[in-house]
C-alpha cells in the first residue's frame, strides 16, 4: 500500500490554539498509529517539530515546560494521495485552524 509522507507546518502564532486542541490530536494519532499493518489510514510516524533557527518563535520560547511546536510530520499508508489528504482534512489541527492549509504537502514515497 502507497505512504505518503506530510509537511503540514503551523499557521505563525498558532502555539496557543495548537496546545488546546493538542489532545484530541493525540487521540486520533494513537488511533492511526494502533491500526494493523495492512489497514488504510494506518500512521507509520508522526511528530511534530520545533520553529525554524532565526525566527521570532523559536527566538522567544514559551514560558517554561511550554512546548514549542511549528508543525507536524506524519508518514501514513492509504491507498490514495486524496484520501490521506482527506485523513489531514478531518485532524483538528486542520479544523481548529492551526495547520497552514497553503504550505502542506503530500508526497508519496517511492
Known amino acids: 500500500m502507497p505512504r ?3 509537511y503540514c507546518p503551523d499557521y505563525p502564532n ?3 490554539r495548537r496546545l488546546s486542541v493538542r489532545a484530541q490530536h493525540l487521540v486520533a494519532a494513537k488511533a492511526d498509529l494502533a491500526k494493523g499493518e495492512n489497514e488504510m489510514g494506518r500512521q507509520i510516524m508522526g511528530s511534530p517539530f520545533l520553529p525554524r533557527p532565526g ?3 523559536r527566538d522567544s520560547p514559551p514560558p ?3 512546548p514549542n ?3 507536524s510530520f506524519m508518514i501514513y499508508q492509504f491507498e490514495t494521495r486524496e484520501e ?3 485523513r489531514l482534512q478531518a485532524d483538528v489541527y486542520w479544523t481548529a485552524g492551526v495547520w497552514d492549509k497553503e504550505r502542506m504537502e503530500v508526497e508519496e514515497l517511492a
Do not use: I
Open 4 to 6: 505518503f509522507v506530510c
Open 14 to 16: 498558532s502555539l496557543e
Open 55 to 57: 525566527t521570532a518563535q
Open 64 to 66: 517554561a515546560g511550554t
Open 69 to 71: 511546536l511549528a508543525g
Open 84 to 86: 490521506c489528504v482527506a
